[in-house]
């Protein structure tokens, strides 16, 4: 797969590969192969289930194979199985195996259980888990990301159940133990948030339903229930904080986000001990929200003096303004009464003369 290398070809015509062939007859490949794959600590570990008639049976052989090596670093038998499907942790830190079983031997019925692989530790070990009622049908598995929890929805739709379990507690130690399991649930779905904790137990998707129940895993509690008419998947962004449920003929994707910077180790650190930090950090922010506080503060107290020294200064323009005009009114009204005038008339002399009456004198009269 690396180096896109052919390692082995058969080739030939058809009648060599059918059934009247005299070197192979069909079919050639008489073991069928499913895998998966995970990296676990810089070295590529492949899981693979083989499937052999043995008795009249149908025998599985699941094993672990380290690559490029090619070593068979663990492996189990498992008899009279129908089907398999294995499912990764993301951290490759955990393998489950769900196993389809058959229930008597006319294989009329089958029931389901785990092989609970632990990968990291010594020897492998591996753990059966088989749920409380064996007859239920399993619906849907998923790991927890980066996490040690796995949530089953199991038994008979449209109302299943959906366990939760956990494969370390304070209680158990190294065995897988239930967590919780929420009765009649409408979901046939599970998405888990990228940085664990919550989980969206999803139905209907692709239908007419699009009912989303949002469960806290820490607090084992139900957050909030909604329904999303006609939504088609589920699609959480990076930061584990908000989802996205698009409806038929939408699309949407998140900006993917840059790794942590953080190791692994020290992200659980981290985790371990949250309110330590939270407790430096929240007195970190309040140091900084007091010293923005009061460099806000000081700078109002310097817009106020400004805006007082501006005001003061047009006060004393206004005011020296007002005098001026004041000082002219008064100087116009001096200047007034300096240059005024007064007629007076005055009787001097009355005087009587006789004029003598002549005919020049009558004429003019007339």
């Known amino acids: ?55 009249l049976s149908v025998l599985i052989q699941v094993a672990l194979v380290q690559l490029p090596s090619k070593v068979e670093i663990r492996q189990k038998y498992l008899l009279n199985v129908s089907g398999c499907k294995m499912y990764w ?28 692989f632990r990968i990291k530790e010594k020897d492998i070990p591996v753990e059966v888990l088989e749920l409380d009622s064996k007859n239920d049908e399993i619906i849907d598995f998923s790991w927890e990301p980066n996490g040690h929890r796995f949530a089953v929805i ?7 159940d959906v366990s939760f379990y956990s494969m370390k507690t304070a209680q158990h130690g190294g065995r897988v133990s239930k967590l919780v399991t929420l009765k009649a649930k409408q979901a046939n779905a599970l998405f888990w948030s990228p940085t664990g904790k919550h989980v969206v137990l999803a139905d209907g998707l692709s239908g007419f339903s699009g009912k989303l129940e949002f469960y806290n895993v820490d607090e084992l509690v139900t957050m909030a229930t909604v329904d999303n008419f006609m939504a088609t998947y589920i699609e959480w962004d990076p930061s584990g904080s908000n989802i996205t449920s698009p409806r038929d003929g939408e699309w949407f994707a998140w900006r ?20 330590k930090y939270s407790h430096k950090y929240e007195e970190e922010d309040d140091d900084v929200s007091m010293s923005l506080s009061k ?31 004041e000082n002219h009114l008064i100087g116009d009204d001096e200047e007034e009464e300096e240059y005024s005038y007064e007629t007076m008339e005055e009787l ?9 009456l002549t005919v020049d004198t009558m004429s003019k009269n007339k």
């Open 1 to 55: 797969m690396r180096s896109g290398r052919v390692m082995r070809g058969f080739k030939g015509s058809a009648d060599e590969f059918s059934a009247g062939g005299d070197s192979l007859s069909w079919p050639v490949f008489k073991v069928c192969y499913k895998t998966r794959a995970v990296f676990v600590s810089t070295s590529l570990l492949l899981s693979v289930y083989i499937s052999y008639m043995f008795d």
């Open 89 to 116: 942790q993301s951290n490759g830190d955990y393998l489950a195996v769900k196993v389809d079983r058959y229930g008597s031997k006319s294989k009329k019925s089958t029931h389901s259980g785990f092989e609970l």
């Open 154 to 160: 199991h038994g008979d739709l449209p109302r299943p």
């Open 256 to 275: 993917p986000r840059p790794p942590s910077l953080l190791s692994d180790e020290k992200e659980e650190e981290v985790a371990k001990n949250l309110k």
């Open 295 to 325: 460099q806000g503060k000081e700078k109002r107290r310097m817009m106020r003096e400004e805006w007082e020294m501006w005001l003061n200064k047009w006060k004393m323009f206004d005011e020296e303004d007002q005098t001026q005009r």
């Open 348 to 356: 001097i002399n009355v005087s009587e003369e006789v004029v003598p």
